[in-house]
């Protein structure tokens, strides 16, 4: 299996445009997380799925984050518009779980950096 | 709000020596705790995993432990070598949540 698979491994933009980042889970795991890690605040949840449902969003820093997946294999995380406090590394991880309570696999992480 | 704690934040050590990482946590009341290694510009590798109901598990020369109801985990590591260089950091399980610690950067000196 290819592991956790994420897209694009850098991204560079300015202040106020859209970015949106990638995901694709390892194949029959059935819940997908978001991270967030910066060095101030280290990795913080910022959504999970599970069966491709929104579980529990409460880590969604503001209104400018929205997530969503569509289907089992793939899932994108959205800023709109983005500002340079969302810079960081933004990892996607799978599980065959119901919840949080299992293993997690992680991607190689989304290096944002908004100027 | 769990709170996940690691000391010391960094460790060096040189090649061969045994050495323990330290993790502990503020809410006894977790489902499991999940060591991790990260790689510098790299993802998260998962170590070992110990469940609520566990006290140790292994796997090569790892050892992991866990005191629920002291709030602490331990992550053994006997004779180090120099690829055991990288950040390793715990995660602990709540509901619906996994809470991590900041982290623990080990450098292995040949």
């Known amino acids: 299996d290819a592991g956790v698979i994420q897209s694009p491994r850098h991204e560079v933009t300015e202040m106020g445009q859209e970015v949106t980042l990638r995901c694709k889970p390892i194949s029959g795991h059935n819940s997908l997380f978001w991270y967030r890690q910066t060095m101030m605040r280290g990795l913080e949840l910022l959504i999970y799925?599970?069966?491709?449902?929104?579980?529990?969003d409460s880590g969604m820093p503001e209104d400018r984050f929205s997530a969503k997946m569509p289907n089992a294999s793939f899932s994108t995380l959205k800023i709109q518009p983005s500002e340079p406090r969302d810079s960081a590394v933004y990892f996607c991880a799978s599980s065959f779980a119901q919840g949080a309570r299992d293993e997690q696999f992680f991607g190689p992480g989304t290096r944002l950096t908004v100027l | 709000k769990q709170e996940v704690t690691q000391i010391p934040a960094a460790l060096s050590v040189p090649e061969g020596e045994n050495l323990v990482l330290n993790c502990s946590f503020t809410d006894s009341a977790i489902y499991n705790l999940q060591w991790f290694r990260q790689d510098p510009g790299k993802g998260l590798t998962s170590l070992l995993l110990?469940?609520?109901?566990?006290r140790e598990q292994t796997s090569g020369r790892l050892n992991a432990s866990l005191d629920k109801s002291s709030g602490r985990s331990t992550l053994y590591i006997a004779a180090s070598q120099p690829g055991d260089s990288a950040t390793y950091l715990c995660?602990?399980?709540?509901?619906?949540?996994?809470?991590f610690g900041t982290g623990t950067r080990l450098t292995v000196i040949p």
């Open positions: 110990i469940q609520s109901s566990q």
């Open positions: 995660a602990v399980t709540g509901a619906n949540n996994l809470f």
């Open positions: 799925f599970n069966n491709n449902v929104p579980i529990d």
